[in-house]
């Protein structure tokens, strides 16, 4: 059987041949080039981005590590105003210690556990010296206290939890004369930051003795929140 191809289907050959060179090129060369041109133009938009955020970071870093060591710096003058972390024995002799120099008698004394405290910001007000005029039961929240003034610097402040800031609940029980404890209510009050009169309450008699001498008998509680912190948790 003898074939001819005639001049006719030569062309028609050839146009398919192009075709499908074209379909082929489309499909497995332009295409995908374009993709990949699409992909290097975002990486390289990306690390354009990157590269000008990495200089951002370096010409800021000077004030970043600045900033830090100012920050560095007032943490640990404001960690001064706390104790650090008290054993229950130092406790003890810390709060009887209190007692004793303002010639109170302990009775006894209840020292709650350690626990990781968060602050809100506090509203300051004024505490009178001697609040004269007691009755047997009384409750003050003293606020004219160092460590809450230095809260109360805005009256909106975001509540802080921290793992290194701790309070202890402390609950005393003494006796002595009401002018001794009330001193002590307003040492605490005025030169202990670190220690917040939570509440307290006082219940007294007056009785005559065999010899007709006139004795009065006063017996006090109150409850104090000493804040500790763990400095040695505090890493710059």
Excluded at 72 to 80: E, I
Excluded at 201 to 214: D, F, L, V
Aim: one cysteine or more; proline letters at 4%; charged letters at 15%.
């Amino acid at each position: 059987m003898d074939f001819t191809v005639s001049a006719k289907d030569k062309k028609l050959l050839y146009v398919v041949s192009l075709l499908a060179f074209a379909v082929l090129y489309l499909r497995f060369l332009l295409f995908p080039g374009l993709e990949a041109y699409r992909t290097a133009k975002a990486d390289l938009a990306d690390a354009e981005n990157a590269r000008a955020e990495m200089q951002q970071t370096l010409m800021l870093a000077p004030t970043y590590a600045a900033n830090k060591d100012a920050a560095w710096g007032l943490l640990q003058q404001a960690n001064g105003s706390y104790y650090p972390l008290l054993s229950s024995g130092d406790l003890d002799t810390l709060v009887t210690g209190l007692e004793l120099q303002h010639n109170l008698e302990p009775v006894s004394l209840d020292i709650g556990t350690p626990a990781a405290q968060s602050l809100a910001g506090y509203t300051a007000s004024t505490l009178a010296g001697h609040t004269a005029g007691l009755t047997d039961s009384s409750t003050l929240l003293p606020t004219q206290n160092l460590l809450l003034s230095n809260f109360a610097a805005n009256a909106v402040t975001p509540e802080i939890t921290n793992d290194y800031l701790r309070a202890v609940s402390v609950r005393f029980t003494c006796t002595g004369s009401s002018s001794d404890f009330l001193s002590l209510l307003d040492a605490l009050a005025q030169d202990y930051p670190a220690i917040h009169i939570d509440s307290f309450s006082m219940s007294g008699r007056s009785y005559a003795t065999a010899e007709g001498e006139a004795v009065e008998n006063n017996s006090f509680d109150a409850t104090l929140s000493i804040f500790l912190c763990d400095k040695g948790g505090v890493q710059p």
